[in-house]
């Protein structure tokens, strides 16, 4: 239960005290989200190595298709709208989450493969 505290508030998965993003990002401003490279708190390096965070791009995928199906069937079997306004609004919402699938990819990457229970 923790963990999926430190996940949601996006702490450092060592210390759990922390910050990983220093910025959040904001789709609507076309920010994207930065993460810091040490925590502040304990310096646990965040990449552990280049290309680290290349596996959290299927993590981001998988995230993205759920969130997909998910603004599908509210749209279609809810509201009653056609399939163009659907992938619209597909569209809009995978627009609109896109820092947040950025941010909770990584960080349900850095809790699998870097977390506390894990020894390095
Ligand atoms: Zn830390």
Request: glycine content about 10%; overall charge positive.
């Amino acid at each position: 239960m923790s963990q999926l505290t430190d996940i949601m508030s996006e702490k450092c998965p060592k210390c759990g005290v922390g910050h990983v993003f220093s910025k959040k990002g904001n789709p609507l401003l076309f920010q994207i989200p930065k993460m810091n490279e040490h925590c502040s708190e304990c310096g646990h390096k965040f990449e552990r190595e280049p290309g680290y965070f290349f596996g959290s791009m299927y993590v981001s995928y998988a995230l993205t298709i759920a969130e997909m199906v998910g603004v599908f069937i509210i749209s279609r079997f809810v509201f009653g709208l056609s399939y163009v306004n659907i992938v619209i609004a597909i569209g809009i919402i995978s627009f609109l989450l896109g820092a947040f699938n950025f941010r909770l990819s990584r960080m349900l990457w850095i809790y699998m493969f870097d977390g506390r229970h894990k020894q390095a």
